[in-house]
């Protein structure tokens, strides 16, 4: 069973539409959760990071935990074409390297 | 902005040379690790290191070895080097004071190809 799981996509959204990611995780001790973007051909970049049950907005982005659910997603609000890359959901349990899923490929189109 | 550097960015050779891909980040970071990712797929971690002389596997089983003798430096080496090996490795690093940080700093990568 993999331990991050996303869909890989591709998540196809008009310029201005709310792009909605989502990512579940199957190690309950798991204690915080990131998200990455990783343009093609580069290394990935933190775009947030989440630790506790419920919201966290950060300009147009917003995480959302749900750790009952194992469940963790990115909102991106009036997507851009300079959104379009790869969405990676990562997890972190205390004392461990980060846990990585495959990504999600967001294309923008204008 | 990250400063961690990783050599070569792209590497071509032969099957059964030895090669070294380095990676120094001048953060001061304890906490370095070595990521594999082929294209369109996850990253897997190969190595990590939570300080000098500290070196352990990730979970991907890889024929590599890593060192740690200096806190800047974490460099990582294929004795002989087979197509399999062909893939982009990624090189991060990441603060070692608090506990719940998964904010790692990456390396451009080196993508290296072994006819």
């Known amino acids: 069973q993999k331990e991050v799981e996303q869909n890989s996509g591709p998540l196809s959204v008009p310029e201005g539409a709310i792009a909605s990611l989502n990512c579940t995780y199957s190690?309950?001790?798991?204690?915080?959760f990131f998200w990455y973007r990783q343009y093609s051909g580069k290394s990935p970049e933190l775009i947030m990071s989440i630790y506790s049950n419920g919201d966290k907005e950060d300009g147009r982005f917003t995480a959302q935990l749900n750790k009952a659910s194992q469940y963790v997603s990115l909102l991106i609000r009036d997507s851009q074409p300079s959104d379009s890359a790869t969405y990676l959901c990562a997890v972190n349990q205390a004392g461990t390297a980060l846990i990585f899923g495959k990504g999600t490929t967001l294309s923008v189109s204008s | 902005e990250a400063d961690i550097y990783q050599t070569p960015r792209y590497l071509v050779i032969g099957t059964g040379k030895k090669i070294t891909l380095e990676c120094s980040q001048t953060m001061g970071h304890d906490k370095m690790y070595w990521y594999q990712q082929d294209p369109g797929m996850e990253l897997h971690l190969i190595h990590y290191s939570y300080g000098v002389n500290s070196t352990e596997k990730g979970d991907l089983s890889s024929e590599s070895t890593v060192s740690r003798i200096r806190t800047e430096h974490f460099p990582l080496t294929l004795e002989s080097a087979r197509p399999s090996h062909t893939s982009q490795y990624l090189c991060a690093s990441s603060d070692h004071f608090d506990p719940f940080t998964g904010e790692l700093f990456f390396g451009e990568g080196s993508r290296l190809t072994v006819l």
């Open positions: 190690d309950r001790g798991s204690q915080s």
